[in-house]
């Protein structure tokens, strides 16, 4: 008679996580664990905000979300992350210490009350530090997988970040990195790491971000992100007048949340703009694949923040061209996974609307040019985003992980 085998048991310990139906959260780490979870047992813990439950089973995956305060003052994470709300208020750094010890709390509890056999941390600060630290308190001490999303990689530095964050990449089992970029910032940092992978997110290039059945709005622009400064959208704003004076009816579309909302609306009023922009807030995910497909062209003008902060992957580009758009961005080093320029799209330098009013004026120009890139780009990623492969290789480095000797102790 064959026994059956026994189900590795993963806890996902994240800052990032839906937290209801229909969330407008990005959705990365809830696939990915939602995929895995047919594969594993999957325990995911992230915070709570005000409004979403505290335990709930979502399919096969199970979810516990701390609190760290009272509810209607949870508000150190969403809407943006967490160093983009802390830049748009400090006061919210009197919550760090009570997030820290909750999250340290709900891990802990987790770990003693279940046989846990890997712990997959999303970002390096805080989930990689509190996962080292609660691996202190518990026996026996399950393998760690930290995936940096590139926030906590490039925005997080000084005399207090930078030995925290070599220290878990030390001390995890593996280490995955979402763009080649990332690796190299990696390796300056710890020198070498024999245990260091790139593995994106992923995007559902063969159900949800695919071509549009119908030709798209003539003259529609869009952008899609988080209002942020790294994600540059000031100079497409200022780029718009120059692209105005030869397409009269250009249409921009402005999709996402962030501090910088009121500022950008403010530059749209003094250009005068404001009749051929859309500010459309956060939308629901199931809504991004029509505004992908009903869009000309497609400009994702990020930059290198005035604190050093950067992409880390550009997932909404790759959604982009999963719908055949035609894109422009900018020459990032984590855009070059994705991007060969006059390939798979354009890249024009960052911070320079003029450069950029010109590749989008380009396109405008050449219909024919933007059909074939998003061609050419739609294939590029479904050979090498697509959740299913992506689900791939992380199972394979879960089993490798697992069945290594362990490296670390409670004594150490």
């Not at 189900?7 to 809830?30: A, G």
């Not at 219909?367 to 479904?382: A, D, M």
Request: proline share 6%; charged share 25%.
């Amino acid at each position: 008679m064959k026994t059956q085998c026994k189900r590795k048991h993963l806890v996902v310990i994240t800052s990032t996580f839906s937290r209801w139906e229909d969330d407008k959260e990005p959705p990365f780490v809830f696939e990915l664990c939602r995929r895995l979870s047919k594969h594993y047992s999957v325990h995911v813990i992230s915070p709570h905000f005000p409004g979403s439950k505290t335990r709930e089973q979502l399919g096969d995956l199970y979810a516990t979300r701390f609190r760290y305060f009272f509810s209607p003052w949870e508000s150190l994470v969403y809407q943006g992350g967490i160093l983009e709300r802390l830049k748009q208020k400090p006061i919210r750094y009197g919550l760090v210490p009570f997030f820290l010890i909750a999250e340290l709390f709900a891990l802990v509890r987790v770990l003693r009350n279940r046989d846990v056999d890997l712990i997959h941390a999303h970002w390096l600060f805080p989930q990689g530090m509190v996962t080292l630290l609660a691996r202190l308190f518990v026996k026996p001490i399950p393998r760690l997988i930290c995936t940096s999303h590139g926030g906590d990689l490039f925005g997080l530095h000084g005399a207090l970040f930078d030995p925290i964050k070599r220290l878990v990449l030390r001390h995890s089992d593996a280490v995955t990195v979402v763009s080649r970029a990332m690796r190299e910032e990696v390796l300056q940092l710890v020198g070498d790491h024999d245990q260091l992978y790139v593995i994106p997110m992923g995007v559902d290039l063969s159900k949800r971000f695919v071509p549009a059945p119908m030709p798209p709005e003539k003259g529609s622009l869009l952008f899609v992100g988080r209002l942020v400064e790294k994600k540059g959208v000031r100079y497409l704003i200022e780029a718009l007048p120059l692209i105005l004076q030869k397409y009269r009816h250009t249409k921009l579309r402005i999709v996402g949340y962030g501090p910088e909302k009121t500022f950008l609306k403010n530059q749209v009023m003094k250009l005068g703009i404001d009749e051929h922009v859309r500010f459309l807030g956060a939308v629901k995910n199931d809504s991004l694949p029509d505004l992908y497909q009903s869009s000309e062209v497609v400009i994702f003008p990020s930059v290198i923040a005035d604190d050093g902060d950067r992409e880390g992957f550009g997932l909404v580009l790759v959604e982009a061209l999963g719908c055949e758009c035609a894109v422009v961005t900018t020459d990032l080093p984590a855009m070059q996974d994705i991007i060969e320029d006059g390939k798979t799209g354009l890249v024009v330098p960052q911070k320079n609307p003029r450069k950029l009013a010109e590749k989008i004026v380009y396109l405008l120009d050449n219909p024919s040019l933007g059909r074939s890139l998003g061609k050419n780009g739609r294939q590029y990623v479904l050979e090498r985003y697509d959740w299913d492969r992506i689900v791939q290789q992380y199972v394979v480095l879960i089993e490798s992980i697992c069945h290594q000797p362990s490296t670390v102790s409670n004594s150490s």
